[in-house]
């Protein structure tokens, strides 16, 4: 399996390295499909925004940045007529007038509406859009049910509405049941998928969609052929740059650039509660595999099949993690903490591996530890682990994405909030901002297949875990932001570049952690060094 470094040698792999970008160079996701959305009326909106893209795109910030991410789009709104926003909430109407159409305004006059795949919401926008006849109900899971099965549930995160920026879901919604697209959820056409967004056409995006629904919900699945089915082409991926401050928010950016991530030292941490354990293939009372109202929305057992991905299955794509703490117990004494918060003696099982994920049924897991202070960790669990750089955290709690833009806990249901998990050092997550129903939740699965082992990018992986459109999650994150892991870093010098793969071949050593070493290693080398010398071609880095 050895080969020659000698000349012969290097030309050869450099060829064979040519002829893989070749074929896939076109595929990634690029800064300039990524607009960045800002208020200069709004200073931590104005400050997120120069900080990520830089001083020259961004004027009338602080000066002299360079950018994070120089190459992006960006737009004010304050530039193109939208009225201003507060932060948190915004109702339907203003949703419409103040964001959704300004910016579908904008692409159209300055012909990107086909050349943008990926927009990016910045801190001091709402992230929470209320119903329509009842503003507050999705902070209520008995009411908000009533309204779900009344077929009248229009409220969702504002990143969610703008992925069908194009669709006007909200035609002629007056407050009934069903009477627009906007009630219920719309089915996510890039669920479960393995390919780059950018290898999906765009061509129908402003062409209307033909639905089927189902109830209660309703559901709207798309029935249509050609130009009137709705695909992933159709709709936009939305991130959001968020977080407690924007002192959070730039590290959290940080954190996400060269995310070299150590997989034998670190953690997939899968903490279900009262869960048989296996990985059923129909739908049960379980969080992750709810068969209740919308119980085609689900995968299947995602935390059993998390775990299954990564250890009872050869994980032949990807190098192997050095702890999978999975755990299906209900229980104080079941529930996984770390050492960064002291907890009272019995309470919980002590993860001492930094966390390269973090799920968990957390506030919802039955029986939740007490700190030494005697408080409970429902809401600060997340923040006792050592994070790894590149973290990302995913967990079943309904409002794990409310306390953004200043709102905090609700009282009557605390639950661990991502802002907070951003703060102690995390790097991307996924969360609920409104009460989003156990069949919505995004899948554990995609993040590790699609992210933590795979090429794609935050935007893109984070959309295909997603089961819903027009719904309640957000995507957290620097959306080009990819990772790279350090069992592929053959010669130790820090970069992922053709020399790994000479280093490798001078002295093959096992990156899937199956014995015997052979292709498959050197087919998980190949891919990252795909993926790595692709973004650098063509960001001109």
């Given amino acids: ?42 200073a931590d909106s104005l400050a997120v925004a120069e900080y990520y893209a830089g001083s020259a795109r961004v004027a009338g910030g602080a000066g002299n940045l360079a950018g994070v991410r120089p190459g992006v789009r960006v737009v004010d709104l304050a530039a193109i007529g939208a009225g201003v926003t507060g932060p948190a909430n915004i109702s339907d109407t203003d949703f419409q007038s103040r964001l959704r159409l300004p910016i579908k305004n904008y692409l159209a006059s300055r012909g990107l509406t086909r050349v943008v795949r990926c927009l990016v919401l910045t ?22 049910v009533n309204e779900f099965l009344a077929n009248d549930a229009n409220m969702a995160s504002v990143d969610s509405e703008l992925t069908l920026l194009q669709q006007d879901l909200s035609q002629s919604e007056n407050g009934a049941g069903a009477d627009s697209k906007s009630d219920g959820v719309v089915l996510n056409p890039y669920w479960r998928s393995a390919a780059p967004i950018s290898l999906i056409s765009t ?17 709207y699945v798309t029935n249509g052929s050609g130009a009137s089915r709705l695909t992933a082409g159709d709709m936009y991926l939305v991130c959001r740059l968020d977080g407690n401050t924007v002192a959070d928010v730039r590290a959290m950016i940080d954190r996400a650039q060269g995310v070299v991530l150590d997989t034998a030292g670190s953690a997939v ?25 919308m119980g085609a929305l689900r995968a299947g ?100 994405g409310r306390g953004f833009g200043g709102l905090g806990q609700l009282s ?22 409104w009460e989003p129903l156990a ?20 935007a893109e992986a984070a959309w295909t875990a997603i089961p819903a459109l027009s719904w309640q999650q957000i995507v957290l994150g620097d959306p080009l932001a990819r990772v790279a892991r350090r069992a592929e870093d053959a010669n130790s010098d820090g970069e992922f570049d053709v020399e790994d793969l000479y280093a490798w071949e001078q002295n093959p050593t096992a990156i899937n952690a199956i014995s015997p070493v052979d292709a498959a290693d050197r087919a998980i080398l190949v891919r990252t060094l795909r993926a790595a010398e692709r973004f650098e071609l063509l960001s001109g880095r």
């Fill in 269 to 293: 941490i899968l903490d279900e509660s009262d869960s048989d354990g296996v990985s059923n293939t129909s739908g049960n009372d379980e969080f992750d595999n709810s068969s209740s109202a």
């Fill in 203 to 219: 061509a129908n995006i402003m062409a209307s969609k033909s639905y089927s629904v189902s109830s209660p919900g309703p559901v």
């Fill in 301 to 400: 057992d995602d935390f059993e099949q998390t775990r299954d991905r990564l250890v009872s299955v050869p994980v032949a794509s990807m190098p192997a993690f050095g702890s999978v703490r999975y755990n299906g117990l209900r229980g104080v004494d079941q529930f996984f903490v770390g050492p960064r918060l002291g907890f009272q003696a019995g309470n919980g099982i002590l993860v001492g591996e930094a966390a390269a994920l973090i799920a968990s049924y957390g506030a919802n897991h039955a029986g939740v530890p007490t700190l030494a202070d005697g408080s409970s960790a429902g809401t600060t669990y997340a923040t006792s682990f050592h994070l790894a750089r590149g973290c990302v955290f995913n967990t079943i709690e309904s409002f794990n």
């Fill in 123 to 144: 801190k001091g926008l709402p992230h929470r859009m209320m119903d329509s006849d009842n503003p507050f109900v999705g902070d209520f899971p008995a009411n908000f």
């Fill in 1 to 42: 399996m050895g080969r020659s470094r000698g000349n012969g040698g290097r030309v050869a792999v450099g060829l064979a390295m040519g002829l893989l970008l070749a074929g896939s160079a076109r595929a990634q996701l690029m800064p300039e499909q990524v607009l960045v959305i800002y208020d200069s009326r709004i």
């Fill in 439 to 458: 069949d919505s939740v995004p899948d554990n699965l995609y993040v590790v297949q699609n992210f933590l082992g795979g090429t794609m990018s935050w």
């Fill in 412 to 433: 009557f249901a605390p639950q661990q909030q991502a802002a907070d998990f951003l703060a102690a050092g995390g790097t991307f997550a996924l969360a609920n901002v």
